[in-house]
């Protein structure tokens, strides 16, 4: 197990702490050494870095007292405790994004963390279990050395039309294959973790409503990312590589970066007091529903890297020379209210947060996907204004090395100058970045992570669907329209007008 | 002067209240005898009762209590104590679209009275004038009274490129011509005016920045909307004269409308008491950006207008037999997101809000802008979108006296049948409104107005460029990118961000 | 039986041609005297009657010679003999579009009878029969007497989830109710009927695929549209009654309107030399399929209503003093280009035309459907950015007869002043047509109708489903990926692809 | 010179055509030995071989006869003789997009040939000089020889604000420094050039509008692409090095791919008898317009990767074992109505192609720049459905490395199992694929390049607003509305709405 001696503080003391760890991390076929050094992965370990340094510099923001551990603690590991706690989320997250201009991959865990709080309580409500107290512990215990935690929900999923006990191979969904005194062994594969191998321990959990015959799938534990019988597959994006290239023009954002993994359990042991759920199969839909209604706000984050897709689209109009021209100005101003629209969303889903039986808060769910599914579409938008505001030369621009060489370099500092008092290398750079967030590295998280992340569009879609309330909005129509004879019967589960119409706690 | 004997309280005392006013009203170039009872101005006065009846039913929605007047208040004459206020604001307007369907034209005075407290505040504070009391003095007596307050910006403006004083005709802005002890005349005509003759008072403001030749024009001042002097051309709209038709259901809405309205002064007394602005031309700017400010989140208002449009596309779907349909089920999630996504932005710029000089407390000025600037486009996609709903009897459906006629009734009865048990009545009745709300009478609430009022598209970039910072999201792609030795100089004039990562006051 | 006594040339010929006839209409609820001259509907006459005018002003365009009367004869008579006269009546529908602002209502007519051209032809050569001469027959009498021809597909359908035949009421559906040696009596209704009461004749069609048991339905006939047993209910729209208010301003387009009745039949009786199917329900899809094909690309007529409202905003734009700012420059360019891609779509459907068995030309279905569908669509953004460069006045203007009036006018002609030079009248009408046909009566015909008309959206999309040729294009992506022993069945019923890439005849 | 000894037939005798060239290409900062076998270069020029393939293949379709050297030629090196032609080369764009889903890079040359056409004819017409004579006999011989021809166009313009002889550095633009009684020498650099090293010749023209102190600026020649003194430097694009790795999955499309390089003209040679203008600056902007008229047009290419993306989408959703799912249908439709919206543009401009004095024939530029226009979007719009499509599995997939090696190739086989009967290997190629062409190497040919190929968006604007002829517009508009006494001065300088309605030429 995880053997921390003292609290972690800085980005720098965290990367110290994940040297030297026996992880079994493939890549292009090959067993990653250390993954602290190794010039592709480091990029997503100086991005969960950033998240230290931020609570250091900035603490009401991301460094708030927790009533559990009775200390200040990273937001990332803060239970939110008020709907403003969920705002600051948000805040914290936009702020992130600015800094690094990628995913910083904590989030996950944060929101794991906080849906597990409601739902222990509530499984422990009805089945007498002691998972809350456990969770608590858990909570305690990486509040005070201030771990990362990341959260494995996504199982592989085979063939999405069965079940997780009806797949041929068992092993599609994670489940328990065995257990003693001590605790039960997992087998099976999670898709598309993020940051898992920048984490110190992680969450599983199932990924979607199940039956009774899908109990040994209705497993959620923590465990460290360095247990024995997990193999990480490093998954390949657009232009990694250029990260191991000489120089670092040409790979955009050469100090932060995204991580995507598969993570494969092979009879990974997790111990009883790390257990948060084992069999209580029904549920698993609310935890998920919850997680996802968390998540989904959380993709204000890509409001932050909207920020530096906007700069970067304001500095290289300055660049061309061109900060004036009317079409120019109005496509910055068309990216700054798009990329405000989908922050609002997340704001308004955060504020409208209530409070759960267990004490902790939760946003409303409505707005959270409305936030999710803006940034399913506007983040595209923004990406292809500021390609067609960085012009043509974007992607024809030579590498930093012709730029190096003493016989191109001459010929590049001569051909592409613009706008006088402007330096080459420095427009190069912000091409670069422009090519890195809408085509590169890190137009992975900014763009595709952003279309399925938390759940693609049409799960969104789903989702407001089951709380737009159509039976209260027809009888107002009916009203309005004077129709005779016809009421409605308003049968609706969703509470989303209630809230609406609630008064703010003070 | 106003003559009140005791506070109004419901709707019907309202509408009582508005009975026998000496008005000045012109229709169809005819003078109108009594507004009241005119069945096309009648829909729109009761909007305004609406706003009195939900003050009764909604108590913590609708009727707050002031630290002004120490009592409960309508919360359309309530002054913003919190950023919640502006929430709650918000809220109500919500509601109280979704009861009326329409414009229900409190939210010019309600904004105008709270953009006037603080700029009062800040005029006497370097003139050393007197307005911030004459105002409180004004608002305890209409909170007291319970009366409606119209607010009139809109000048009609004549040449756009000269300014008030500049232009041919002085009256093309209001202008004092002419003062005495008691006060001073005025003269101009102000365009676009919502709901003035539904009102008790009104407040005339200028419409834009002024310099110092317009000194004339720089007046804000309350009066009794049926002051001597005063005429109100009654503007047309589209199917207007359906609501003096026989029958209810053609009209779609036969209860509700909006008005609009040209009042032209003509040498019109503001006595001095009720003078909050003369001459501090300065301040002009002030008190048009304070407004907009809080103006353009009130559009928030229209997403109730979209609940109801959204009600009356679920039912017309199920009317037609075909609400399981994915495709039409799939237009109905997009309308609700796309409505959901304007609320949301209007409850983060209120909840973004901050307290002025004066203790009022006034939203977020980007969020705002973001919020009307969705306004000005979404309604629309929602209308298009009812409409591919509703089907093409939607613009073909026979008149309701056919309906009732006996030799084409039957005959509609009989070929109008859609699935068994609907009413072809009803069926009706859904159509009209839907016909009503996208392109008949409240189509220019929901559709034209929310382009234009409290500012049209335009007005909304130019503001969002001003507080988009480019300055610091420059420097954040710079910081990414590594851009050497060429630091932006950051003179935001903007405190967006600030307000962003600012931590909540409790 | 309609009994012209010589071809009717010119428009004023063809009014003087509807007069007198015993047409059963009603209007409200009263029984239409008669509707030639009848201001509300006068206007869709008109626009009927300028497609004869044009005739004799453009030959070239409106007015070709046909092979089958060897007589030039008004295009929408021709049956198509190229495809270059597919390509002549999207030129002929956009030059009428300009000319009217409305729909001109005979597309319908022209679309049936080339679709009905190479249907019968098919019909008669699988079951031997006579339909295609006697269609022939047809055509040369109209072409002769130079005649309107509606066609009635629509029916009213009650539920939609049940076929004709098993429908409570068999009426639902046009149907043969009883045959005698003479001909077939048929009883149904026919719903959006567009400019049928303009029309001499009609075509009745059945509107969708048929089973055997709904052989009943499957009859296609021509009959006078003064025929017994017929009762024509017209259809109110939006501002309908404007046209009959003193002045021509309120109205916007005080010549030309569209029309929309439901058509009901009782026993009407078709002649059997006027029967072009009866029975052989197999052929009714191919029937409805054609004709949709056809008459989504006719839907080109739109971009002729656009070019007269980008026009309108472009006058507008200078009667309000501001043609040269950058923002409403930019939205007349974005709404020609909107225009011209519906435009594109058309024509490019037409020219990629084939010829059929009969020797009718065929336009693509692809490409026409693409038309249609960007006619759902386009459209409504064209009118919103209408909306957007004509400004808030557009909804609050002040009726005609306040213009008109003593003491309102007057106070008008000074407050309503914009640029100098300009005639406030100039500056309502244009706003007028603005209306007219962005929420008034032409918007009917400009947003719903193009909407709902040929097929609501999700035909389109089915249609386009239909022709995409999967198969084709995932085999495409498979060669580049070099998928591996997964080849593609291609079993695709499109011809869409053999048609881009075929060699265009000369 | 250029010593072909015998004319190139097929893709792979072009291939060999291009060994043992002495061109100076910089790649990465070295000099390539032989770009043929640069394994980064040579999918470019496989590219390009494809062009040779499909003539021999498909002859009416890419392998017309030419009037000029009375042989059969490549399309690519053809005179449109016709409306025809013009279309039949958006035919043959759309196959070969289809067949390399990327850049073939020959439309540049195409384009640039058929421009000079004309513009030779018109300048010899004015100024008596032979540049017409000598284009043809360069056409001729090209055609016989069958080679590829560049076209230069895109200086790289230093500020913008500047005309090329105001520059500081003369060289910002191509422009002659010297000249003797063989011909002139040039200097400058191109940017942006798509395929120059992938062709035997190229045509530098000027870009832009001159004015008589440009003169020297205004030189067009053909010169063979190893003429001493040009350097190229290769241009990265997003991916570009995975053609460097082992394995052909990870690159998604392994055989094909664009290319672009900075092309540096260091005093280079053009003979007499290869100049086509020199001086007659005043045509340069008849040159540079007609160049873009045609090549917007080109753009059409880009529905065949369309074709493409939308297989791979249908192939993915396959693969995932959901292409049934509504959502997911609804979403390839879309992607199919956008796609096959770009497709109408370009027939529909072509089809309205008219004939010049020289007889080559001009597309519509109206309909040319729709065409475009719609480019600098769909794309767009198709690359975010695809990736929707797709599934988060796009951006999460490891490398093929990892599918190969002993350790994690058997995981992935075991996990990445979706519906049964499916091959992992063929899902990870479709996924790259679609990767390739959304984020990857060809998305700079399918997105970037089409937003700013042959004109960024603005300058489709630019010229859809000096064709929209506002004036004839607004005078339909003022028809309508009965304006009184205001008629346009309609001093149109366009001939699109006669180019509408005019008869098509049999």
């Not at 990362?148 to 592989?156: F, L």
């Not at 328990?176 to 999670?190: E, L, M, N, P, Q």
């Not at 920048?198 to 899908?214: K, Q, Y």
């Not at 504020?351 to 399913?376: P, R």
């Amino acid at each position: 197990m995880q053997k921390t001696v003292k609290p972690i503080r800085t980005g720098e003391e965290y990367i110290e702490s994940l040297k030297g760890r026996d992880l079994k991390v493939y890549l292009f076929g090959e067993l990653v050494k250390e993954p602290v050094s190794h010039p592709m992965i480091r990029p997503s370990i100086n991005a969960v870095a950033k998240t230290y340094d931020l609570a250091v510099e900035e603490e009401e923001l991301a460094f708030p007292k927790s009533s559990i551990s009775g200390e200040r603690v990273n937001r990332f590991l803060h239970i939110a405790e008020s709907a403003e706690d969920l705002v600051l989320q948000n805040k914290m997250q936009r702020k992130l994004g600015q800094l690094t201009g990628t995913c910083f991959q904590r989030c996950v865990g944060m929101d794991a963390m906080n849906s597990l709080h409601s739902t222990t309580f509530e499984i422990d409500e009805k089945h007498g279990t002691k998972y809350h107290q456990r969770l608590l512990e858990f909570i305690k215990m990486v509040q005070h050395e201030n771990l990362v935690i990341g959260g494995a929900m996504t199982d592989v999923k085979g063939d999405r039309s069965l079940a997780p006990s009806e797949q041929e191979d068992p092993d599609l969904f994670l489940h328990i294959v065995d257990r003693d005194d001590k605790g039960v062994y997992v087998t099976g594969a999670k898709a598309h973790q993020t940051g898992t191998i920048n984490s110190h321990w992680m969450i599983v959990m199932p990924t979607m409503r199940l039956l009774e015959n899908d109990k040994d799938y209705a497993i959620v534990g923590a465990l460290p990312v360095d247990a024995p019988g997990i193999t990480y597959i490093y998954g390949r994006q657009s232009c990694d590589t250029r990260s191991m290239e000489p120089g670092d023009i040409d790979v955009g954002n050469s100090e932060f970066g995204g991580q995507e993994t598969m993570v494969i359990f092979d009879r990974v042991f997790i111990p009883n007091e790390m257990i948060f759920m084992d069999g209580e199969y029904e549920f698993a839909s609310m935890l998920v529903e919850r997680f996802t209604c968390y998540h989904r706000r959380s993709y204000v984050c890509k409001t932050g890297l909207g920020d530096v897709l906007i700069g970067a689209a304001a500095a290289i109009a300055e660049y061309n020379g061109v900060p004036k021209v009317s079409h120019i100005k109005d496509k910055i101003i068309e990216m700054t209210h798009l990329n405000e629209s989908i922050y609002a969303a997340g704001i308004a889903a955060s504020y409208q947060g209530h409070k759960m039986k267990s004490g902790v808060f939760l946003n409303d769910d409505m707005l959270a996907n409305v936030c999710k599914h803006n940034v399913t579409r506007l983040p595209y938008e923004l990406a292809r204004l500021a390609q067609d505001v960085a012009g043509g030369i974007l992607v024809t621009l030579p590498s930093e090395a012709e730029f190096r060489s003493a016989e191109t370099g001459p010929l590049l500092e001569k051909y592409l100058k613009g706008k006088s008092g402007i330096e080459v290398e420095n427009r190069m750079r912000i091409l670069r970045l422009i090519e890195n967030m809408t085509m590169g590295r890190n137009a992975v998280g900014y763009l595709t992570e952003s279309m399925h992340g938390a759940g693609s569009p049409q799960a969104q879609r789903i989702q407001i669907a089951r709380q737009m309330q159509l039976g209260y909005k027809k009888q107002l129509a009916k009203n309005l329209a004077k129709v005779k004879e016809d009421p409605e019967e308003m049968k609706e589960n969703s509470e989303y007008f209630k809230r609406v119409f609630k008064i703010p706690e003070k």
